[in-house]
């Protein structure tokens, strides 16, 4: 993700994976139709090392599409079983764009090492909000938007090779308490000693951590 004239952008080589397209064919795509696309905004192109392609990765030229053009990307490209979920997902986050580029990572295997970030909000009743993202500042910043306030507390981990099972296991063991989503009712404290000793664990042993067999601290009901 890249912001432009205060812009967020997604190129379209993480789109391409996405919708299970070739990347060469979606750039064919967007220059056979590129003055539509440019009703809707600029179209800029971006030149970088494809993620996780070896040490002698080539560069790749992409475009990079704001919120507009991916919406309208959409209507270009053929509905089959492949893309219609897809489809769907662009056009419930199209706001988040952080959220976004989580789930198109989670779905493709360019992200074999699934490193990011688990961070914690408190928001102003006490509740805790238990997230993941590779963007987590700005990942948050959307939510307080959402929320129309500003988080009280906000704790950020330190990037952790699988955070999308880090929090799916948060989430399992603090499944007892009341929550809204992923709002729960918890002490931040706790919570965030949780999360520390969690990284502490996978860093003794990242490849051998087990979530599922490590029994969590005792979290004290909020």
Known sequence: MTTIDYEYRVGTWILSKGFMCEHRALRRLIVKHKKE??????VFENTQKVPNMGKGGRPINEFVLNT???????????TTRHTVGFKKLLITLKDNMSE???????KSDQKRD?????????????QVKIGRS???????????TQNGEMAEEIFISEVVLDYYTMEKYLHRIFSKFDRTGEWFNIDFNEAKLQVESLCRIQ????KQT??????PKQIKLI
Do not use: W
């Not at 976004?100 to 989670?106: A, G, M, R």
């Not at 699934?114 to 006490?126: A, D, P, Q, T």
């Not at 860093?203 to 990242?206: D, G, R």
């Open 114 to 126: 699934n490193s990011g970030h688990v961070y914690l909000i408190k928001n102003s009743r006490g």
């Open 203 to 206: 860093k003794a042993m990242p």
């Open 37 to 42: 696309f440019k009703t809707f905004g600029e």
């Open 134 to 144: 590779i963007d987590p500042d700005h990942r948050i910043k959307c939510i307080e």
């Open 210 to 215: 087990k979530y599922e067999e490590l029994k």
């Open 100 to 106: 976004l580029i989580d789930e198109i990572l989670k």
């Open 68 to 78: 507009d053009q991916i919406l309208f990307l959409c209507s270009t490209i053929s």
